[in-house]
């Protein structure tokens, strides 16, 4: 049996291509999921009822379907209803940051709500309007206690952005893929996106666990 | 009423409770508190613990809202319909049992934070208060520290410099030092009493008996939600005429004068 590394080599500017667009969509997607996520949670910890069920029916859906449904939904139904037609990679975005804000908003949530009441009464005995208590004593607080799993999410982000393939973006694993059906050599082609996908990944998963560590619960 | 017999130098009402009744759900916390707090005062709230001691100072400050009755700060309604909450809480300082320190600023941070957001000052002034305050307090030492590096008799003392920060018309101490290890407790009720001493008006949650006796100039005894007793220290504690006031005492150990043996006879 021989290999052929060399056809690697031959495309390693469309590897490299489809890493940078992988690399693009994460960063993309979580610095738009950030603030959504944090929009989501407010609205599910609204005093309105409508908006709270309206909030938690949006989190409810996209946390409860598969990612690549929802990426083939925005790209397939979305047209046919709303007449909107949209790039690929604007498709995409729209899928994952929808998804990926629904578990940041939970995230958010649950360490607004993990701050105890003493915090905020504290902070509205000065005079404090609710917002400079949420935004100067309960935010910050929150934020460095969730930071480990928006963390989490962050890896798991990184990874199902391969999703969008299915929707012809050009990312590491449609090139990948396309490689692959071009030249028929299918061990080095998937071997190279795996070490790809390891090499950029690990990284991040160390990251993530020294940020457990270093932002560990204490009070 | 409730102002009656009052010696000193007591200055004219600042803070006065009518018929307060606060009700969580079926519990009734507050039946009908009615008490007042005279400019320059000193008053301390005693009883048991779930007595409503700490729930009427959070309704003094509109931390929790009413079910009957009324608070009036400064001659306003603090829980009418249109009331300033905001307004009120910015002029009543207040200290709790947990200290509640922020945990994410240093102690310097923690006392300019209200002077900053609410009023509206500007760093180096905020910081001169808050450096001044810290000073008062016996804590200039630790400004750039955070609050978890601090003991909690430490803490407690940031806390205070914290609402003295607002430059509040009144304070309320919600169990200040229950919190608080045997050995600390001592330095966070000098401070308090370095506090009445200069004459800052303060209503005081507190077990301290020692302290009630010796600081305040009204105490006001609570159980299960109502005053069942209030006069001047040397009359709670020496004639208490309520019988519920002295077992209570004595309970807590208070060896005064006429619950001597009440106490002798456990």
């Given at each position: 049996?021989?290999?052929?590394?060399?056809?690697?080599?031959?495309?390693a500017d469309?590897?490299?291509?489809?890493?940078?667009?992988?690399i693009?969509?994460t960063?993309?997607?979580?610095?738009?999921?950030?603030?959504?996520?944090?929009?989501?949670a407010?609205?599910?910890?609204?005093?309105?009822?409508?908006?709270?069920?309206?909030?938690?029916?949006?989190?409810?859906?996209?946390?409860?379907?598969?990612?690549?449904?929802?990426?083939?939904?925005?790209?397939?139904?979305?047209?046919?209803?709303?007449?909107?037609?949209?790039?690929?990679?604007?498709t995409?975005?729209?899928?994952l940051v929808?998804?990926?804000?629904?578990?940041?908003?939970?995230?958010?949530?649950?360490?607004?709500?993990?701050?105890?009441?003493?915090?905020w009464?504290?902070?509205?005995?000065?005079?404090?309007?609710?917002?400079?208590?949420?935004?100067?004593?309960?935010?910050?607080?929150?934020?460095?206690?969730?930071?480990?799993?928006?963390?989490?999410?962050?890896?798991?982000?990184?990874?199902?952005?391969?999703?969008?393939s299915?929707?012809?973006?050009?990312?590491?694993?449609?090139?990948?893929?396309?490689i692959?059906?071009?030249?028929?050599?299918?061990?080095?082609?998937?071997?190279?996106?795996?070490?790809?996908?390891?090499?950029?990944?690990?990284?991040?998963?160390?990251?993530?666990?020294?940020?457990?560590?270093?932002?560990?619960?204490?009070? | 009423?409730?102002?009656?017999?009052?010696?000193g130098?007591?200055?004219?009402?600042?803070?006065?409770?009518?018929?307060?009744?606060?009700?969580?759900?079926?519990l009734?916390?507050?039946?009908?508190?009615?008490?007042?707090?005279?400019?320059?005062?000193?008053?301390?709230l005693?009883?048991?613990?779930?007595?409503?001691?700490?729930?009427?100072?959070?309704?003094?400050?509109?931390l929790?809202?009413?079910?009957?009755?009324?608070?009036?700060?400064?001659?306003?309604?603090?829980?009418?319909?249109?009331?300033?909450?905001?307004?009120?809480?910015?002029?009543?300082g207040?200290?709790?049992q947990?200290?509640e320190?922020?945990p994410?600023?240093?102690v310097?941070?923690?006392v300019?934070?209200?002077?900053?957001?609410?009023?509206?000052?500007?760093?180096?002034?905020?910081?001169?208060?808050?450096?001044?305050?810290?000073?008062k307090v016996?804590?200039?030492?630790?400004?750039?520290?955070h609050?978890?590096?601090?003991s909690?008799?430490?803490?407690q003392?940031?806390?205070?410099?914290?609402?003295?920060?607002?430059?509040?018309?009144?304070?309320?101490?919600?169990?200040p030092?229950?919190?608080?290890?045997?050995?600390?407790?001592?330095?966070?009720?000098?401070?308090?009493?370095?506090?009445?001493?200069?004459g800052?008006?303060?209503?005081?949650v507190?077990?301290?008996?020692?302290?009630a006796?010796?600081?305040?100039?009204?105490?006001?005894?609570?159980?299960?939600?109502?005053?069942?007793?209030?006069?001047?220290?040397?009359?709670?504690?020496?004639a208490?005429?309520?019988?519920?006031?002295r077992?209570?005492?004595?309970?807590?150990?208070?060896?005064?004068?006429?619950?001597a043996?009440?106490a002798?006879?456990?």
């Open positions: 049996m021989t290999f052929h590394w060399s056809v690697i080599w031959e495309h469309r590897f490299v291509a489809g890493a940078m667009l992988t693009e969509l960063v993309l997607t979580m610095l738009l999921s950030l603030p959504a996520g944090l929009i989501l407010f609205l599910r910890l609204s005093r309105w009822r409508l908006i709270r069920i309206a909030a938690t029916a949006f989190v409810e859906l996209f946390r409860s379907t598969p990612l690549i449904l929802q990426i083939y939904w925005v790209y397939y139904v979305l047209p046919v209803f709303a007449d909107i037609r949209l790039p690929g990679l604007a995409a975005l729209i899928g929808c998804n990926i804000s629904s578990y940041n908003s939970e995230t958010f949530r649950a360490g607004i709500v993990s701050i105890r009441r003493g915090q009464n504290a902070g509205l005995a000065l005079g404090m309007t609710r917002g400079q208590a949420m935004w100067r004593i309960v935010l910050p607080q929150a934020a460095m206690r969730v930071l480990p799993a928006l963390a989490t999410t962050w890896v798991s982000l990184f990874k199902d952005t391969s999703l969008v299915v929707i012809h973006v050009e990312d590491l694993s449609y090139v990948s893929l396309k692959r059906t071009e030249t028929f050599v299918i061990l080095e082609v998937l071997t190279a996106m795996a070490a790809m996908y390891w090499f950029m990944g690990y990284p991040q998963a160390k990251l993530v666990d020294w940020v457990h560590r270093r932002f560990k619960v204490a009070e | 009423m409730s102002g009656a017999g009052r010696v130098a007591a200055g004219a009402p600042i803070l006065t409770f009518e018929g307060v009744v606060k009700r969580y759900g079926q009734e916390a507050l039946r009908g508190v009615s008490c007042q707090v005279n400019r320059g005062e000193v008053v301390c005693i009883g048991p613990s779930g007595s409503g001691k700490s729930t009427l100072l959070r309704c003094a400050n509109a929790e809202t009413l079910e009957g009755g009324r608070i009036t700060f400064d001659g306003a309604d603090v829980h009418a319909a249109g009331a300033d909450a905001r307004r009120v809480r910015q002029r009543m207040m200290v709790f947990n200290f320190l922020f994410h600023l240093t310097l941070r923690n300019t934070i209200g002077p900053r957001t609410v009023l509206g000052l500007d760093r180096a002034a905020a910081d001169e208060r808050a450096r001044a305050l810290l000073a016996g804590l200039s030492d630790k400004a750039g520290q609050p978890a590096a601090l909690g008799g430490q803490q003392r940031v806390a205070i410099a914290r609402a003295l920060a607002m430059e509040p018309a009144l304070m309320l101490f919600d169990e030092t229950s919190a608080l290890d045997p050995e600390t407790i001592g330095e966070v009720l000098s401070v308090m009493k370095a506090l009445a001493d200069e800052m008006t303060m209503v005081v507190t077990h301290e008996m020692d302290f006796k010796r600081v305040a100039d009204w105490v006001v005894v609570f159980d299960q939600g109502r005053v069942i007793e209030q006069g001047p220290p040397k009359q709670i504690f020496e208490a005429t309520v019988q519920r006031t077992e209570f005492l004595s309970h807590l150990g208070w060896h005064g004068e006429s619950i043996e009440v002798a006879s456990e």
